[in-house]
Structure formats: C-alpha cells, structure tokens
C-alpha cells in the first residue's frame, strides 16, 4: 500500500481539528479518511495517534505539522504488573461466574467506555501473550519428548538388530547340527 502522502496528512490533521471543534468523533474522521484513501479505519487511526506522538516528541515533525500543536492527545500510561495482574485476575473471576469479558470490563471501568476499551484491549493482550508463551512451552517439551522418544526408539533398534543377529547366528547353528544329525541318521 502507498504511503499516506503530506498533503493527505494534512487533511486528516485538519478534519481531526474540525471534529474535536464540532465534538464530532474522531471515529468518523478515521473512517471516512480510510474510506476515501482505501485504508483501514484501524491503520488511520494509528497512523494519527502516531503522528501526534512524533509531534509532542520532536518540534521538526510540528514544523512539518503545525495545527498538531493543538491535537491534546493523552500520553498513554502503560499498566503496572501489579495492576495488570490484577485486572486479569478480576476479569477471569467474571467469567468463571458466567460473565461476559465485556459485562465484567464495564463493570471495573464503571460505565466510562474509554476506560472499558482499554482495559478489554490490555487483557486480550495479556492473555494472548500467555497463550503463546504456554504455547511456546508446550512446543518446546513436545520437542524434548521427541527427543527422548526417537532415543528411545533408536535403542530399542539397536537391541533388536544385535538380538536378531544373535537369533541367525544360532539359527545357522541349528540348522548345520541338524544337517549333521541328518547325515548321521541316514548311514
């Protein structure tokens, strides 16, 4: 996909302005930009609150853009481990109760939608990052057992082939003693 040009930037800048003038969501902006650039409303979005980042970070990124001086967007505040678990563990108490993870999340972020967003997004985020790393676990004992089961096998080949080797060898044994007694019986 091509890069949103500069003067695409500006218009998203713009209609980002106007919106938070008119109390128009930035929601509808990043969709109707997505809609008009064959974007995503996801990518738009990023896109923007990365901009603002870059701008609040470094004045060369204001020079470029400078109404963005006025987008006001909140520094995100990254989540202690301590809270972190925490949230997890209330939200999968909900659950277990028959709740909803959405229910329980309205219900720890009391009615603020925003607040709700964002802590539904961190436990999906949370629990994905456990499900991989148990995944990641399991792959690796699955390799060790692996491991253990081909050493396994491999031993258990040896042993036959020597055991095998011993069978013909006695084989061959019984079959010249029975040649022998063969021979002795028909004289």
């Given at each position: 996909m091509k890069p949103i040009t500069i003067q695409q930037t500006r218009e998203l800048i713009e209609s980002a302005q106007k919106a938070k003038e008119t109390g128009i969501?930035?929601?509808?902006?990043?969709?109707?930009?997505?809609?008009?650039?064959?974007r995503a409303k996801g990518s738009v979005r990023n896109y923007?609150?990365?901009?603002?980042?870059?701008?609040?970070?470094?004045?060369?990124?204001?020079?470029?853009?400078?109404?963005?001086?006025d987008a006001n967007v909140k520094k995100n505040q990254p989540f202690s481990t301590e809270q972190e678990r925490r949230l997890v563990d209330e939200i999968s108490e909900g659950?277990?109760?028959?709740?909803?993870?959405?229910?329980?999340?309205?219900?720890?972020?009391?009615?603020?939608?925003?607040?709700?967003?964002?802590?539904?997004?961190?436990?999906?985020?949370?629990?994905?990052?456990?499900?991989?790393?148990?995944?990641?676990?399991?792959?690796?004992?699955?390799?060790?057992?692996?491991?253990?089961?081909?050493?396994?096998?491999?031993?258990?080949?040896?042993s036959l082939r020597r055991e095998n080797f011993m069978l013909k060898r006695r084989v061959e044994q019984l079959l010249r003693e029975n040649t022998a007694l063969k021979s002795a019986l028909d004289r």
């Amino acid at each position: 996909m091509k890069p949103i040009t500069i003067q695409q930037t500006r218009e998203l800048i713009e209609s980002a302005q106007k919106a938070k003038e008119t109390g128009i969501g930035l929601t509808k902006v990043f969709a109707e930009f997505a809609e008009k650039t064959g974007r995503a409303k996801g990518s738009v979005r990023n896109y923007y609150y990365q901009l603002c980042k870059r701008a609040r970070d470094n004045k060369s990124v204001l020079q470029v853009y400078p109404t963005l001086a006025d987008a006001n967007v909140k520094k995100n505040q990254p989540f202690s481990t301590e809270q972190e678990r925490r949230l997890v563990d209330e939200i999968s108490e909900g659950v277990r109760l028959g709740k909803s993870v959405r229910r329980v999340v309205f219900e720890l972020a009391r009615g603020d939608h925003t607040l709700a967003l964002r802590y539904q997004n961190k436990y999906r985020n949370v629990i994905s990052k456990r499900k991989a790393a148990l995944y990641a676990d399991r792959t690796e004992e699955l390799k060790q057992l692996s491991t253990e089961i081909n050493g396994l096998v491999e031993r258990i080949g040896e042993s036959l082939r020597r055991e095998n080797f011993m069978l013909k060898r006695r084989v061959e044994q019984l079959l010249r003693e029975n040649t022998a007694l063969k021979s002795a019986l028909d004289r």
